[in-house]
């Protein structure tokens, strides 16, 4: 832990430690007033004075000026790395706990900004995202009102993600397209930022309904030049402007972009938001969206990959694709781990459709019957809300309108409404 707040009380509490006096302390060097002065904090030593004040107090002239010895800053520093890493490797409880104990154990504000940092994205990963949100929302304060040295562009992007998951449309929305314009006032048509802010952006006026707008965001796909060289001249054009904390931070996504070239998941997530907001659309659309999937997947694994699937399906079966549709679902289906998940539901409501198109209705309401049973066990979540909504159309499409009802109603109840019979109808009705 950190010795006391100030220079001058750490000198007090080891004095009165080794029972010194004053005069003691100050020796032939220093008079015992320079000592009084130095604990009440009326002065502040100059590193000689510091030197000469560790030695004879025991401790490193480290301890007295910062509070903690070097030993002990370079174990808290590589504990605030192993947590980053735990973090990268799928732990975030792990990564949480370590965070919570950089921040404690440290007053180095640059460390504890990046615990900070590290601890509200561990609690993004881990499903909290209202305590994830207060975190970012205070990284942004301090960004905003230190703009000279740090950028509120990663807090403002992480944002955007957080409110999007918590059902705030309005300050995603809001939040996105403000780091969406200093962008591409920075001139980035490129890179992970852009790529991740686009695509919450498209997600979120999708779930408005806008889209409009949705489409438009499908032009910004992030272009093939260099992302390192892109993330360059844009730190440039901010060093420019005089806004070094832009500056720095693209920077170092330059940096991070030199040392990882290859693989670039960001994009490919983008393809996939991309390819939903394409696949509501007419025949050109949908064969748009299969090309954006099929250049995604080979960048995508676990629930991602089997998502972009899933839309790739959907595709086929606006394209009439359906053999192709029904054969890759059931494939995507048997594959799956686990039935009673999110993932799962979607494969099957898109199997459903595909089903209908083929006027296969016994077979498409084997699957909704199915499929609305594991719907019922899920938690309540906006996600579900949306996955009952669409089986409820599909209930209704096959000609089963009580079991469309339910589902409106699950739908409803997911996001907190308890409708009447009445709101129930007319949310089926629209």
């Known amino acids: 832990m950190p010795g006391p707040g100030s220079v001058g009380e750490r000198v007090r509490d080891l004095r009165l430690t080794r029972r010194m ?102 609690l993004e990963r881990l499903g909290r995202a209202t305590e994830a949100i207060a975190g970012f929302e205070d990284l942004r304060e301090v960004a905003e009102r230190d703009a000279g040295r740090t950028s509120w562009l990663p807090s403002v992007i992480a944002l955007t993600r957080c409110y999007h998951a918590v059902g705030d449309l309005g300050q ?74 832009d500056a720095i931070y693209l920077a170092e996504q330059a940096l ?27 025949g050109q659309d949908n064969l748009r969206a299969l090309d954006l999937l099929t250049a995604a997947a080979p960048d995508l694994n676990g629930d991602e990959a089997t998502a972009c699937v899933i839309e790739s399906a959907r595709a086929l079966v606006q394209l009439g694709r359906l053999d192709e549709a029904v054969t890759t679902l059931r494939r995507t289906l048997g594959a799956l781990p686990r039935q009673l998940d999110p993932i799962a539901v979607q494969a ?12 296969d209705t016994e077979g498409a309401l084997a699957v909704l019957r199915t499929t609305a049973a594991q719907l019922e066990r899920l938690p ?9 909504r669409e089986l409820g159309d599909l209930f209704d499409a096959a000609g089963d309108g009580s079991a469309a009802t339910t589902a409106y109603r699950r739908a409803l109840e997911s996001v907190g409404l308890r409708p009447t019979q009445r709101a129930t109808q007319a949310f089926a009705q629209h």
């Open 380 to 388: 309540a979540s906006r996600h579900t809300a949306s996955l009952s």
């Open 172 to 245: 995603a929305v809001s939040l996105g397209e403000r780091a969406l314009a200093r962008l591409t006032e920075l001139g980035l048509t490129t890179g992970p930022d852009l790529a991740e802010v686009a695509r919450v952006l498209l997600l979120a006026h999708l779930d408005r309904a806008d889209t409009d707008r949705a489409r438009e965001l499908t032009t910004l796909l992030p272009d093939d030049c260099d992302v390192a060289e892109a993330y360059y001249q844009a730190s440039r054009r901010a060093l420019a402007e005089s806004a070094l904390g």
């Open 21 to 122: 006096s004053q005069a003691q302390l100050a020796g032939h060097d220093l008079s015992d007033s320079y000592i009084s002065l130095i604990e009440s904090g009326k002065r502040t030593p100059t590193p000689a004075v510091l030197k000469l004040l560790s030695e004879r107090l025991g401790c490193t002239p480290e301890y007295l000026s910062e509070g903690i010895e070097p030993e002990q800053r370079a174990h808290i520093e590589v504990l605030a790395r192993h947590c980053e890493l735990a973090l990268h490797a799928g732990r975030p409880e792990d990564a949480l706990r370590g965070f919570d104990e950089v921040i404690a154990a440290d007053d180095n504000p640059e460390l504890t900004l990046r615990a900070r940092w590290g601890r509200a994205r561990a």
């Open 348 to 359: 099957q409501l898109v199997l459903a459709a595909a089903q209908l198109a083929q006027r």
């Open 256 to 282: 991070s972009a030199a040392a990882t070239r290859g693989r670039d998941s960001s994009r490919a997530r983008l393809r996939v938001a991309g390819a939903r907001a394409l696949v509501r659309g007419d």
